[in-house]
């Protein structure tokens, strides 16, 4: 009888520290990433990004699993030259101390002041720089460094994997996420609202006006992104069809379906594309088509903007597509191979 008191009594406890800990969301907060969260648990404001939960700020709540973040983020080291367009938008560049590989940055002039961390990082270096927080993507700094290093000296590591999404308005909404943890919010959702209405004004009514061939040969087969990824997607909204389903192809499948392509688009950086794979000549008419690769704004280290800015306005991206399906091509990030 008394095991069950005590049972019973815990398991009321629990329930308490359970109901406690619920977030309050904000149900309208994101509007296309539904795996984020965003709300309140006892007043304070809650962000929670896949399995982990953040406090932004605030009095810390106790006997929840929360982690507990200083707002805004200062001393942060960034892994990603997306993240740095993200925070170069909401203007808080000066609460970044650190960029990993930060030759890959399109616009050098921009990180004068910021200390280069090359890869793999060493712990000391981190601590030397005084480092607070770490934003990685998987696989990314969390793994060079090690998070249960990291932590036994107060510094967090937040995970943003963005670059994951599918869809070009759920990756540009992250920005919403930089707003929250820099205390840039009006600026982010600013952001994310003129971008949003100007892609969707875009989108072509029209469809399948031209056969898009995407991605190139690599170690003898043809990669490309599947058929429902991020850049096929920005095609399909240009009113292009995209011709391949598969990410991996090989030579006799991808030869039955270049012989149907009006466009191309490599997507790599190869300045000698032709020369890169004595396989493309077995492509009957690949040299015939229109070819448009993403090497208009490259810098000397291989840093690729497309992937920094371009991530930060799809609507960009969607109208140079739209203009070389329509065959009167406006520059941006494309130039004309052949």
Known sequence: MIKCLILLFTLILYGQETLACTINPDKNYFKYLKNLKVGRISGQRILKIDNKTYQLGGKKIKDCDLVFLNIPLENVLISSTTFWAFIKAIKATSNIS??????YIFNQNDIKNITNFKTPLRLEFVLKHKVKNILSYQSGSK?????????????????????KEDNPLKRLEWV???????????????????????????ISKKKNLKKVLVGSFYNGSWFSPGINSYFANIIKDAGGKYLLQEKVLN???????????EIWFPHNNWIKLFRSDPQYRSLEGIFKID???????VNESGGIDIWENGILYPNLILKEIQSIIKGNHSPIWYKKLH
């Open 98 to 103: 650190g960029i990993i590989d930060s030759k």
């Open 291 to 297: 070819v448009y690769n993403f090497t208009n704004k």
């Open 143 to 163: 793994d060079l460094i090690g998070e249960g290093r990291i932590s036994k000296f107060n510094i967090v590591n937040i995970e943003i994997n963005e670059h």
């Open 176 to 202: 919403k996420v930089f707003g929250l943890l820099f205390n840039k919010e009006s600026e982010s959702i600013d952001h994310f609202n003129k971008v949003e209405s100007d892609y969707l004004k875009h």
């Open 251 to 261: 030579i006799e499948k991808i030869i039955i379906k270049a012989k149907d392509a």
